[in-house]
Nanobody
Framework: QVELVESGGGLVQAGDSLTLYCTASGGYAMGWFRQAPGEERDFVAAIDWIGSKTAYADSVKGRFTISKTNAKNTLYLHMNSLKPEDTAVYYC?????????????????WGQGTQVTVSS
């Protein structure tokens, strides 16, 4: 069983930056997803196991950066130029497949989520 624990969410203003963290109990290809109220859980960013290949949703490309440190089994999501439409619960996920993986169906393990709220 893989345990994922997210942290770093909070309330910020539009244009601010925020970094999310996710600790995992092992090394995996991983991703970030987000879910706004009444919406489906959407792909945000993904990274392969080594940490050399990444993928991003068009809505965050150029503003968000995903990275990981395998030594610490920690996944990061650096978010810049935040917008009110980025408001959502952010989830990290892990997969045993080679990454980066964009489809949420391919992820077996999920964290509990962390709230990010961006005020205008």
């Amino acid at each position: 069983q893989v345990e994922l624990v997210e942290s770093g969410g909070g309330l910020v203003q539009a244009g601010d930056s925020l970094t999310l963290y996710c600790t995992a109990s092992g090394g995996y290809a991983m991703g970030w997803f987000r879910q706004a109220p009444g919406e489906e859980r959407d792909f945000v960013a993904a990274i392969d196991w080594i940490g050399s290949k990444t993928a991003y949703a068009d809505s965050v490309k150029g503003r968000f950066t995903i990275s990981k440190t395998n030594a610490k089994n920690t996944l990061y999501l650096h978010m810049n130029s935040l917008k009110p439409e980025d408001t959502a619960v952010y989830y990290c996920a892990a997969t045993t497949k080679s990454g980066p993986i964009l489809s949420k169906q391919e992820y077996k393990y999920w964290g509990q989520g962390t709230q990010v709220t961006v005020s205008s």
